[in-house]
């Protein structure tokens, strides 16, 4: 016997049989890696039409807006003195402005300090002098007691502002600065002290103005630095009393003496700045509400405004009530550090939709991984490649292998096409976290098509729901998913459990490496980087550590439910405790046996099945002499189900069948042929009892014996794709057959099953007749010379030639072999076996050669005779006139049937008392035959109680 075959050469034989069956696939295969392509191609037609609606010349603006982050900042009309750092001639550079609109978009990491600046209204264009009113800043104030808010208001303004050289922005803070300039939401610094805009700061004093001041403010932005210096012109604050609230709303909301329309709008000549209502407030309660300039349109607000208002009123509370020493400064506002925003205007259809596309196109991968392996469950591809020696890991290992390709494959060309093409979404996420992602998602589905896998049994079925699933899944993730995402409120421990399901867990990932393209990642350009997974809205990280779980734990589950589904093993679902159960010593058992035996009494009538039962006992006790089958009370019961009965499908077989026999097995359907076979090859385990296989157990040394067996199951379970000569060399490396042994063993098996001329043995098995495809089935059952082989009903379903070439190879085969053969066909048991068995409800009728058989049961001659009705009686009389011991085996409307023992008759006889009788009544037909096997079979099948006896 051969040795079993290692993992490497299981997997070698299964790795080469695929290569060969992918090569016949290549059209399905550049199919489906096309498809990313050709989506790709898609969504670029889109942007590219997108892009060429979009007016041009507002990208022109985008990309001015792209370079205004770029440090210096180049605009028409900036100062004359930072022209040489800028490249275009036209512009000048102007480090220190930002516009508005680029202070949105542009990283803004370390921002600028300035003073905080009330917000005045000033009647502009008439401001000329010291003592203009004009140039007043008018504040309203009201409250309970006037006295108080008076007092405050004397000390809320001071007079002095020294410049501290090194401590401008503490010297500042000292005295109130206003500006008539708003503060946009987003700001890089306040242009009220930007270049553009000098001489619109004020400070705001008690009493009549007197000095003006200026101050050098230094700025430092990247590498840039630069000083600015900045004019303070001073401005008298006017506070004025007003009985009440009602009054200040009336004078700041109506028109004031002084105002004059311009152009349709009103100009405020002497117009107030600020309102105070400082309510019930004294020394105990501070309580003031107060409005500030343009409060009433809330579009204008400015929060950082305001906040100068609300310190210059505790400040003066605080000295009201502590002194004049007390100062509460209000040293600077800046902006918040920001990340880059990209620009705004351009509609990036790639990443947008990319989502939803995205998610379609690695999903896509699910049905055909599931799809491959139901098809290889449905047609029992992987049963018979386990009858044949092909271990569960190499199975495992080469199949997860060749999809893990594919899907790498797959993946590899989607990133690379969409790459090429210059989408963002691609080309700007890091490509490392890209291959992590993905190749811990093609994982984890492969490893759920395994598991789905086992749920399938028909890939029609399969292939429906598969679809399916990825449609909805695609737009579930897209249309629904994104909302509980974006949404605060929902808890995050519920987004998890949603992204457990695989599919969401995709589209998070996608949908994660399309935020970073938009928003941008912390260094503020856009696209994901590793330090990237660290932000706590990041759900990469998270996505990733589920995944990698689920996989093991989809992988492991669909290896269980494999090996408990599967009827390849047929394993019981607590398989893996099996270690842990006290394995009973064969001597112990045999000791059982022969307490058994009582059950088998009621066969005490079948000689010959007693005396097979007698050799079998008699060869376990010389374990020296080599058999090739040795079937030990073998049993098999299906525990019964619905409350039905145990079914005991084969009751204590006992059978030897040495090397060079042929063994037929006869029996109805359902007589449990079928379970002894499936015992034999390994698909189930006996109950009890054991068969040896050249001394080899099947309980315990199937793997052993795959090796030294052949199977040719009752259909074909072929490759439609693969060749004659492709299954055989996949069978013989199976059969650790190699180099020039395997390529002769095939040459022979082609030859002698007449497989090899007219290039038959090349073509494709699909394109094979019912013929050819039961030799190539016998061809393979016979490869790497099998000691013992079991066939199924070989010739079912052949033309009487292809079933006569047939026998003769079964004929050449089985001389030095064991052959252990089921059939319906009478004439193929009588002319291919040595031994016939009659197999009838789990236990075996009778056993011996057919021509035994025939002489035992078939003694007789079978007389059929046709009547009218009334006549049966009289066909009944004649034949026992003729033979008193004849029975009548079947009867049916005028036709009887009758055995005639062949001692008691003879054929003249019949002959003579037919002719006699033919004159009394009509026959309408009739016949004399001699048994055959078919008889046998019938009588032996159907049981004696079947028959009547005459007498
Ligand atoms: C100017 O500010 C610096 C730093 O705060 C301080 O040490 C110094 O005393 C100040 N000078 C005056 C004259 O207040
Ligand atoms: C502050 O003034 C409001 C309006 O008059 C008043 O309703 C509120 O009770 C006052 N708060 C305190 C603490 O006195
Ligand atoms: C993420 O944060 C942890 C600790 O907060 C730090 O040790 C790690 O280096 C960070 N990783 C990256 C990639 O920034």
């Keep these: 016997m051969s040795n079993p075959p290692t993992f490497f050469t299981q997997a070698n034989a299964l790795l080469r049989k695929n290569l060969t069956y992918q090569k016949r696939h290549v059209k399905t295969n550049v199919r489906l890696v096309l498809f990313p392509v050709i989506l790709i191609l898609l969504l670029f037609a889109l942007q590219t039409a997108l892009d060429i609606l979009e007016n041009a010349a507002d990208r022109e603006d985008d990309k001015k807006k792209a370079a205004a982050c770029k440090g210096c900042v180049c605009v028409h009309d900036g100062l004359p003195q930072y022209q040489d750092k800028c490249p275009d001639s036209d512009k000048v550079c102007a480090p220190q402005f930002l516009p508005p609109d680029d202070a949105e978009t542009c990283p803004i990491w370390n921002p600028l300090e300035w003073p905080p600046l009330l917000e005045l209204e000033i009647g502009y264009g008439f401001c000329s002098g010291n003592n203009d009113t004009a140039c007043n800043v008018t504040m309203l104030f009201t409250g309970t007691d006037q006295s108080f808010g008076e007092s405050l208001f004397g000390t809320m303004f001071p007079t002095n502002l020294s410049i501290n050289e090194s401590d401008i922005m503490g010297s500042l803070a000292s005295v109130v600065l206003g500006t008539q300039l708003s503060l946009p939401s987003a700001v890089f610094l306040d242009q009220a002290l930007s270049v553009y805009t000098s001489d619109t700061i004020y400070q705001l004093q008690q009493d009549q103005c007197k000095v003006n001041s200026s101050f050098s403010f230094n700025f430092t932005h990247g590498d840039s630095k630069w000083n600015q210096d900045v004019e303070v012109k001073c401005t008298q604050s006017l506070t004025l009393w007003r009985k009440s609230f009602s009054d200040i709303w009336d004078e700041v909301k109506g028109k004031n003496p002084g105002d004059y329309t311009e152009g349709g709008y009103m100009v405020h000549n002497n117009p107030i700045s600020g309102a105070f209502d400082f309510l019930n407030s004294n020394k105990n309660i501070y309580n003031v509400s107060f409005l500030t300039y343009k409060s009433d349109n809330r579009r204008y607000i400015s929060m950082s405004r305001i906040t100068r208002s609300v310190n210059m009123l505790s400040n003066a509370f605080l000295k009201f009530l502590l002194g004049n020493g007390t100062k509460m400064l209000f040293d600077f506002i800046e902006e918040m550090p920001k990340p880059a925003s990209p620009e705004t205007g351009r509609i990036d259809i790639t990443t947008l939709l990319g989502g939803l596309f995205y998610t379609w196109v690695i999903l896509q991968l699910f049905p055909v991984i599931l799809i491959s392996l139901v098809y290889e469950k449905q047609h029992n591809i992987r049963i018979m490649m386990k009858m044949h020696g092909l271990g569960d890991g190499a199975y495992w290992l080469i199949s997860y292998g060749y999809f893990l390709a594919i899907s790498m494959l797959y993946m590899l060309c989607f990133v690379l096409v969409g790459s090429l093409f210059g989408f963002a979404f691609f080309r700007e996420n890091d490509y490392g976290i890209q291959f992590v992602f993905y190749f811990t998602y093609v994982n984890l589905q492969i490893a759920l098509a395994f598991l789905v896998a086992a749920l399938f049994s028909n890939v029609k079925t399969a292939t429906v729901t598969a679809y399916l699933v990825v449609f909805g899944t695609g737009l579930l993730a897209a249309f629904l998913f994104p909302s509980f995402v974006q949404n605060d409120l929902f808890p995050r421990k519920w987004v998890i459990v949603m992204e457990l399901y695989p599919g969401f867990a995709l589209f998070r990932g996608l949908y994660e490496f399309a935020e970073y393209i938009t928003d941008g990642n912390s260094s503020g350009t856009p696209g994901m980087r590793w330090q990237d997974l660290n932000d706590s809205t990041n759900g990469m990280k998270q996505i990733l550590n589920i995944m990698s779980i689920e996989w093991i734990v989809f992988l492991l589950v669909a290896y269980y439910l494999d090996q408990v589904s599967s009827s390849a ?383």
């Design 569 to 951: 093993s047929g394993r019981s679902p607590l398989f893996f405790l099996e270690g842990f159960k006290k394995k009973t010593p064969l001597s112990s058992q045999k000791a059982n046996m022969s307490m058994q035996g009582s059950r088998v009494l009621d066969q005490m009538d079948k000689p010959d099945v007693i005396q097979e039962r007698e050799k079998v006992e008699q060869l376990l006790l010389e374990p020296a002499i080599n058999h090739g089958i040795v079937c030990n009370e073998l049993k098999k019961v299906y525990p019964g189900r619905d409350g039905n009965s145990d079914k005991e499908a084969v009751r204590g077989l006992f059978l030897a069948v040495p090397q060079g026999e042929c063994f037929g097995m006869l029996g109805p359907n359902g007589a449990g042929k079928t379970s002894f076979i499936s015992m034999m090859i390994g698909l189930t385990k006996p109950t009890s009892g054991t068969a040896y296989v050249k001394g080899l157990d099947i309980r315990t040394d199937m793997n052993g014996l795959y090796t030294s067996m052949g199977v040719c199951p009752q259909h074909d379970l072929l490759w439609e794709r693969l060749t004659g000569r492709e299954h055989l060399l996949f069978y013989g490396r199976l059969k650790n057959l190699k180099g020039s042994a395997l390529t002769q063993a095939v040459e022979d098996s082609l030859k002698s099953l007449n497989l090899f001329n007219g290039g038959v043995a090349d073509k494709q098995a699909g394109k094979y007749s019912g013929g050819m495809k039961r030799r190539l089935s016998v061809a393979i059952s016979l490869i790497g010379n099998p000691s013992v082989v079991y066939m199924d009903e070989p010739s079912t379903g052949l033309d009487p030639a292809s079933r006569k070439r047939l026998w003769d190879v079964i004929k050449t085969a089985k001389q030095d072999r064991a052959v252990i053969l089921t059939t319906h066909s009478m004439e193929e048991a009588e002319a291919l076996c040595d031994r016939l068995g009659i197999f009838v409800d789990g236990s075996l009728q009778c056993i011996g050669n057919p021509k035994e058989l025939k002489a035992r049961y078939g003694g007789s001659y079978v007389l059929t005779m046709t009547t009218s009705l009334e006549h049966e009686s009289d066909v009944q009389n004649m034949v026992r006139q003729l033979c008193p011991n004849a029975k009548k085996v079947y009867h049916i409307s005028g036709t009887q049937k009758f055995e005639l023992p062949k001692e008691e008759v003879r054929i003249a006889d019949v002959f003579g008392a037919v002719d006699f009788a033919k004159r009394n009544f009509t026959i309408s037909a009739w016949g004399l035959a001699d048994t055959t096997m078919e008889d046998v079979f019938i009588k032996v099948a159907g049981g004696n109680h079947h028959t009547q006896n005459l007498s």
